[in-house]
């Protein structure tokens, strides 16, 4: 029971690595531009060990960290050559540096959190526009991926025999396209699945656009949804 | 004149769902020039404030939106129970990283933060605060992540450039605990309250 509490709470807790070693120097009070790095080093060791010991599975990152701190550690040990290019700089700044940047960031991250959060502290009057459209009793149910084919057979078949084989070589990306498929969605935010291939489209394009569309699927940029009565195909930016 | 304009606007705040752009509104009401509907904003603005009612009026998202005042937030919630919106100090910190760094590969983020942070961005992702932009021209073409229209709304910002400037860190005492709950009156204590609910229960 006692270890299950402590479970929670230190993953509560620690986010991880740079939370963990952000806790232990504002625990020492110590400044992030002079950290004693042997005293920090030794208890974020003991913390990971105290972690294990409770069964807490320690990420990966917990590890690079430790070995980070070990290697600064050593390097602060040993004694500085003048001639080298690297003398002047204290070598716990490669602690420093990501630490002040992560400071900033919570920091930001607290102010954010701390405005009049809409929903929750400030609310608007949801008018439910839906009422008001006439297309109300249209139903919409989720197409599966075979049916996207069929739709995308059938914008095949009615391409005109001589684009089929037509190599250009400047061709979209599939990438290029996601991004013009966001900014259509972005204006219109949602837009029937035959509305996107254009009828002179060449074959490419319109497999870059169905390539597109499923990366999008993938990515929950969209959802697709076919309309039960009529079989139309809408695309919903998400 | 300018008094009509002003409650043909109320009229039109309070109808939309979404915040309404100036432009919107100049459409609507028919006139050229965007300082004839910011003088009247303004004057409705002043409006809400002498009265110190439930509103106030907002310039968020490029727009403008009638909100209710944050004091009122916890009867609100009796009555709509939303889900929350308040996220965890991972997606807080996950968000503020891609909204002041933007645009951001998840690469980028999880260097910040020192953990994975895939899930976490999914979740952005499917509450609509952060959408992907493109991808980079880097090995493995990365994701470019940044944030949405709906961020500003959820957050109060009219725009990005609004965004509170990051401030330099000193020492060890500067990260402050920032503000953890805004000093709401408890419901049922002040004397706005409504009745005497009792404790609101999710079905």
Redesign the interface.
Same mark, same amino acid.
């Given at each position: 029971m006692g270890e299950d509490v402590y479970r929670v709470k230190l993953t509560d807790i620690f986010e991880g690595p740079m939370d963990l070693l952000l806790f232990l120097i504002k625990k020492n009070e110590v400044n992030i531009y002079d950290i004693p790095i042997a005293l920090i080093t030794d208890q974020y060791l003991e913390y990971l060990e105290k972690m294990r010991e409770m069964n807490i599975d320690i990420a990966g990152e917990f590890i690079v960290m430790a070995a980070t701190l070990a290697h600064i550690k050593s390097k602060m040990l040993l004694p500085v050559h003048e001639e080298t290019e690297e003398a002047g700089e204290d070598p716990r700044l490669e602690i420093t540096r990501p630490l002040e940047e992560y400071m900033r960031i919570k920091a930001a991250a607290e102010r954010l959190e701390s405005r009049h959060i809409l929903g929750e502290d400030t609310f608007v009057r949801r008018l439910d526009n839906k009422d008001m459209l006439p297309d109300t009793q249209e139903e919409w149910v989720q197409v599966d991926l075979f049916e996207l084919i069929d739709a995308f057979q059938r914008i095949l078949k009615n391409i005109s025999p001589d684009k089929r084989m037509d190599l250009t070589a400047d061709r979209i990306s599939v990438r290029d396209r996601i991004s013009q498929l966001v900014d259509i969605l972005e204006r219109r935010h949602s837009i029937t699945f035959d509305a996107l291939f254009e009828e002179n489209a060449d074959r490419t394009m319109i497999v870059v656009t169905f390539l597109a569309l499923l990366e999008m699927v993938r990515l929950a940029l969209i959802r697709i949804y076919q309309q039960a009565d009529t079989g139309i195909i809408r695309i919903f930016y998400q | 004149m300018s008094q009509e304009i002003k409650y043909i606007l109320e009229s039109l705040l309070?109808?939309?769902?979404d915040p309404l752009s100036i432009e919107q509104m100049k459409r609507v009401v028919n006139v050229s020039e965007s300082r004839v509907i910011r003088e009247a904003l303004k004057a409705l603005g002043e409006e809400y404030e002498a009265r110190g009612g439930a509103f106030f009026l907002k310039a968020v998202a490029g727009g403008y939106?009638? #909100?209710?005042?944050?004091e009122y937030?916890p009867w609100?919630?009796r009555l709509?129970q939303?889900a929350?919106? #308040?996220?965890s100090?991972?997606a807080?910190?996950t968000?503020?990283?891609v909204?002041?760094k933007q645009p951001v590969i998840r690469s980028d983020i999880e260097?910040?933060?020192?953990?994975?942070c895939g899930g976490v961005l #999914?979740m952005l992702?499917?509450k609509?605060l952060i #959408?992907?932009?493109?991808?980079k021209a880097l090995p493995g073409?990365p994701?470019i992540y940044g944030t949405t229209r709906q961020f500003l709304?959820?957050?109060?910002?009219k725009d990005l450039t609004e965004?509170?400037a990051?401030?330099?860190?000193e020492?060890?005492?500067?990260?402050?605990?920032?503000?953890e709950q805004?000093s709401?009156p408890e419901p049922g204590t002040a004397e706005k309250s409504p009745g005497e609910p009792h404790q609101a229960k999710k079905a």
């Open positions: - | 309070f109808v939309a769902s939106q009638i #909100r209710t005042r944050p937030g609100i919630k709509l939303p929350p919106v #308040r996220l100090k991972a807080m910190e968000l503020a990283i909204a002041y260097h910040i933060r020192g953990v994975d #999914r992702m499917e609509k #959408r992907v932009l493109g991808r073409r994701l709304e959820v957050f109060e910002l965004l509170p990051p401030e330099e860190v020492g060890p005492e500067t990260p402050r605990q920032g503000p805004l709401f």
